[in-house]
T-cell receptor, first 116, second 112 residues
Framework: GAVVSQHPSRVICKSGTSVKIECRSLDFQATTMFWYRQFPKKSLMLMATSNEGSKATYEQGVEKDKFLINHASLTLSTLTVTSAHPEDSSFYIC????????????FGPGTRLTVL | DAKTTQPPSMDCAEGRAANLPCNHSTISGNEYVYWYRQIHSQGPQYIIHGLKNNETNEMASLIITEDRKSSTLILPHATLRDTAVYYCIVRGANFGNEKLTFGTGTRLTIIP
């Protein structure tokens, strides 16, 4: 299957700082990528849809000015959590479909963010 | 809201078949049934999907009832590595741009 990577795998930061998470499609091009958030013992919640070369589409209740998404190339999307607070601590996961298999989404391994 | 209902947890003995049920009574004619699983602290992994017919791949089998209101994922010979949360998801056919809506899933524990 297609490979999606995320960097970093885990990050700890101080409250008020910004954190950037990268999502890369290693062996395919992704015009669309999805960003999810998962709190402990909860299910995945879609945050936004990232589209290469255009603005991201955010789900209701997700602050676009706080969670900045950039999809500058066909293999890279970034999520920046600005002015992070402890309540932003979560597991952030990205996914993307491939052109060969548009019916299937491939997920990254996730990034564990802890805000102190 | 998720369109599926799954039992919160199940146990299965190692080596036996694990049968995970899912109800999707409001599924539309053009919507597919997808199964993903998530091993602890990892990203979800695609397992299988189907529309009407039963499907089988190297990981599992998917049995969809004739009225399409429910389905069962079958792991034929469960191993300890199959311990995970299994998500049954109904989605449309707008492939590529269709988002996945995750419910609470079934936490499957394989017992040695």
């Amino acid at each position: 299957g297609a490979v999606v990577s995320q960097h970093p795998s885990r990050v700890i930061c101080k409250s008020g700082t910004s954190v950037k998470i990268e999502c890369r499609s290693l062996d395919f091009q992704a015009t669309t990528m999805f960003w999810y958030r998962q709190f402990p013992k909860k299910s995945l919640m879609l945050m936004a849809t990232s589209n290469e070369g255009s603005k991201a589409t955010y789900e209701q209740g997700v602050e676009k000015d706080k969670f900045l998404i950039n999809h500058a190339s066909l293999t890279l999307s970034t999520l920046t959590v600005t002015s992070a607070h402890p309540e932003d601590s979560s597991f952030y996961i990205c996914s993307a479909p491939t052109r060969k298999r548009p019916d299937t989404q491939y997920f990254g391994p996730g990034t564990r963010l802890t805000v102190l | 809201d998720a369109k599926t209902t799954q039992p919160p947890s199940m146990d299965c003995a190692e080596g036996r078949a694990a049968n995970l049920p899912c109800n999707h009574s409001t599924i539309s004619g053009n919507e597919y049934v997808y199964w993903y699983r998530q091993i602890h602290s990892q990203g979800p992994q695609y397992i299988i999907h189907g529309l009407k017919n039963n499907e089988t791949n190297e990981m599992a089998s998917l049995i969809i009832t004739e009225d399409r209101k429910s389905s069962t994922l079958i792991l034929p010979h469960a191993t300890l590595r199959d311990t995970a949360v299994y998500y049954c998801i109904v989605r449309g056919a707008n492939f590529g741009n269709e988002k996945l809506t995750f419910g609470t899933g079934t936490r499957l524990t394989i017992i040695p």
